[in-house]
């Protein structure tokens, strides 16, 4: 298969400034969180000004993930309950929200489905940080939320091509992360470092996102990048968001020995995540 026409750097760049800024509610939520003067009253009230916002931080703080034993009834309780850096990532996901549950057919995704793998992804390498206690949790949280941002942009580069690039990839046994880059000249994974990067976050967490796949390239946090790769794999190995690029992704030798995970731990692992990630009820979180 010859190569269609790649994506020149200033078609991309177009592209994700086409993409919706944060919106001014959750940027306000965010900067709240960040300030050591702010107070439980003072960020409920930010929150409470947005009723989106505020409903789907009482989805998750009454979801399974989280597992109050009575229900939360405010946004008060909530912020009391799950913390400032939590608030601040759900506004991120509920900002995201809206963007990733559409349909993505260069990758084989219909509705809700990227929306699913990546909350599934997200709340997986939470885990995998409070195990192996990389702080913040909640960057963790976000990186893996992010990381198949870029795909919202290339789908539609790859829809004409989609069945070539799943030929070439099963005939040579590799994932279609690879093909994808060799097809277009621009892997999702770099693409959505610039989306990040386009939204003002942490370098840390536009160097988790872009690195995701191949996770031995970070430097600022690779124990990041690594948490989200792993996470990656085991949302993909639970069936949740397959697509097109799940068929031959596995979780790299090199993350497994350096979050301390064998075989046996991985599978507990699976185990504990697979009646969340795969509940209905929880793809509906959000959102």
């Known amino acids: 298969m010859s190569p269609t026409k790649t994506i020149a750097p200033e078609d991309v760049i177009e592209r994700v400034a086409e993409l919706p800024p944060l919106s001014a509610s959750v940027s306000q939520v965010i900067l709240a969180c960040d300030d050591p003067d702010m107070t439980v009253g003072q960020l409920t009230q930010i929150i409470l000004q947005d009723q989106n916002l505020t409903a789907n931080i ?3 703080a009454n979801s ?20 400032f850096s939590a608030m601040k990532s759900l506004a991120i996901s509920s900002h995201t929200a809206r963007l990733l ?9 219909e509705d809700g489905e990227l929306w699913a793998h990546s909350l599934g992804v997200a ?13 913040p949790v909640e960057e ?25 690039i799943v030929r070439i990839a099963d005939e040579r046994k590799e994932p279609f992360h690879h093909v994808e880059a060799e097809v277009l000249g621009f892997g999702h994974a ?14 840390e967490l536009e160097e988790a996102v872009r690195y995701h796949h191949d996770p031995a390239q970070a430097t600022r946090k690779p124990m990041v990048a690594h948490a989200v790769h792993l996470a990656d794999a085991v949302c993909m190995m639970l069936g949740v968001g397959l697509g097109a690029d799940g068929m031959a992704y596995t979780a790299r030798p090199e993350t ?26 929880m793809r509906g979180t959000l959102g």
Do not use: C
């Open 190 to 203: 770099e693409l959505g470092g610039q989306i990040a990067a386009s939204w003002n976050f942490p370098p």
């Open 140 to 164: 963790v949280f976000v990186a893996g939320l992010l990381h198949d941002l870029g795909k919202l942009i290339l789908s539609s580069y790859l829809q004409p091509v989609f069945v070539d």
């Open 101 to 109: 549950k559409t349909s993505l057919p260069g990758y084989g995704l």
């Open 58 to 60: 009482l989805k998750v």
């Open 123 to 135: 709340f997986i390498a939470r885990r995998i940080a409070i195990e192996a206690r990389l702080a």
């Open 256 to 281: 497994l020995d350096a979050l301390g995970y064998d075989q046996d731990r991985l599978m507990s692992l699976m185990s504990e995540m697979e009646p969340l990630i795969t509940d209905t009820a």
């Open 64 to 83: 399974a993930f989280y597992g109050h034993a009575r229900r939360v009834a405010t946004a008060t309780e909530a912020v009391v309950l799950l913390g």
